[in-house]
């Protein structure tokens, strides 16, 4: 953000002043403040090279949405003004400011724009979301520390390999550590009698190894050393190797960005709304941390409660345990008009959470990372479903 407008924006949240918001005919006044500002643009200090070109590619960087059945835009911030426009269920404006309001008690009133002019959204109908790419930048830049830092001390990098595949989903392992991380797919680190658990293909380094047990320090985990069983550990791909490319996932904004790694820059390439996991009956939130990409599928099905067959979601890179990003899945029923259910399920990305651990986006983009990743004809096998990235894909969710 640039010198002037981080002036501007801090006069803007320190000043307190009473207007009135009801018009010229009401003497009712309440104190407002300007408490943040978008721009719903890339920051200036991130380098970028669009290399996805499909229509879905987001216009809206800063938005609201809509949670309720649906939600009026006001002419002023107040229950009692006139309404200039109404947005329905997961339909997005852009969000040019928020305030909060004081008095009798507070609110937080959105001002936004409409087809229809700007307008103003009380935060009781909607949710903010955003871009985040320089927070996407820090984090692909503490993992390539990480891996640095460790290198140049001479320290084993390695991953995890715990995943054993449960395609009818039975005996799902619903302990939690204190961060929210499930037992199941993953692996028990122990750190001073502490049980912390350590997702699938967790980025790590090595400290010490004994006969069956490893001490390591994962990338993200501030808790060291955690005492792992040694048979979990992995050097393939080869950590120590570094990373070029990067996918870098949201989980309170909902999104996700691709960067590569040109001219020893990370340059922006692409950026999508995405959907995570969400606790259920099938599946898990999605795991936060840094993990390395060991496989893809051009198609992954999916079962239902009773392991019976539901369909197909395709272009699906792996990143942790059985979490795939992957584009938007189809029902078999509705394959003979897919495009229209595509369409309709793709709306509520960028929203809420709701898959069952893996992250979506379009099938569009999904099939743009997918070959990104793969890079040219020759690294792939085109007589096999499954295919291996030739160099290393970083993924990192926070």
Known sequence: MKLQSKILLGILITTIFTTNIYGDDSKKKSEIKVVKLFDNKIPDNIKTDIRYKGEDLPELLDYIFIKTKYGNVRKFPTGSSEVIYQIRFNEKLQVLEKRSQKGSTESFWYKVQTPNGVGYISSVYCEERSFRFEKMLERINDVEKFINDNNEAGIQLASTNSYIPNPYNKDMLRTKDKYGTSLDQNIIGEYKGEKIYIP?????????????????????????????????????????????????????????????????????????YGKTGIESVLGFETPRGSFIVPTLKYEMGYRGNFGEDLGVARYAIRFSGGGYLHGTPVDYPEEPNKEFFLAQKEIGLGTFKGTRKCIRNTVSHARFLFEWILGDESNKNIASNDQLPKENVMFIIF
């Open 200 to 272: 699938d293909r967790s980025v790590l380094s090595v400290l010490s190894e004994g006969k069956k047990e490893a001490e390591v320090r994962v990338e993200g985990i501030k808790e060291f050393p955690l005492v792992i069983e040694k048979k979990y550990l992995t050097e393939r791909p080869k950590i120590s190797q570094g990373f070029k490319k990067a996918i870098v996932a949201d989980i309170e904004n909902q999104n996700l960005a691709a960067f590569e790694k040109v001219n020893d820059e990370w340059i922006l390439v692409s950026y999508i």
